[in-house]
């Protein structure tokens, strides 16, 4: 059966998700975490694309995406076959390592971006892998409230988002409660 084209216009901005086959981990060491960021950043240098926010869970990842002249498909579908190229090689596996197609959302709103990042920024401690965000050493969130750059990284348009000091008011932000605010989680995790 083929699979039907999405949408997709220069400039456009997604929450990607991707989740291990079965839910399994996608990770199994820092080794691939690293792996991961490294192709991801040969898959930008190839197709440049912006990348706004970033966390690699256990058995799934979060992006926060702005396609430039690719097509969002052609910059997953060359990044996740080149891991899943590695994944199985380095540990003897055959088959899928990403369960069935990526999840892509539209993010069409200033609101829907920076809500998307503060989902993004918070998935480790709503997963309980940490009680600060900014301990999770595999979440671009470190790179903000720490300003240190990250070439993967492009901090500026959600930083613009927030008034002076624009790192402290995004750090309030992303950590505080999000009772007021909810966010739709099935969108989100498509």
């Not at 706004?52 to 910059?75: F, G, Q, S």
Request: glycine share 4%; aromatic share 14%; hydrophobic share 25%.
């Amino acid at each position: 059966m083929v699979r039907t084209p999405r949408n997709w216009s220069p400039g456009t901005t997604y929450h990607v998700t991707a989740r291990g086959n079965r839910k399994q981990d996608l990770f199994h060491d820092d080794g691939d975490r690293k792996k991961y960021l490294t192709y991801l950043q040969e898959t930008k240098d190839k197709y440049p694309f912006t990348i706004h926010a970033y966390c690699l869970m256990p058995n799934h990842i979060h992006l926060l995406i702005e396609t430039h002249d690719v097509p969002l498909e052609k910059i997953i579908r060359t990044h996740h076959t080149r891991y899943a190229v590695y994944f199985n090689k380095k540990y003897d596996y055959v088959g899928h390592v990403f369960q069935g197609r990526y999840g892509s959302t539209n993010i069409d709103t200033p609101s829907y971006f920076i809500k998307a990042s503060r989902y993004i920024h918070q998935n480790p401690v709503e997963g309980k892998l940490t009680i600060r965000p900014e301990a999770y050493p595999w979440s671009s969130y470190p790179f903000y409230v720490h300003s240190i750059d990250h070439p993967l990284l492009s901090k500026e348009r959600t930083l613009n988002y927030f008034p002076a000091p624009q790192v402290n008011r995004y750090k309030e932000y992303v950590e505080k409660e999000v009772q007021d605010e909810p966010i739709d989680k099935k969108t989100m995790e498509k």
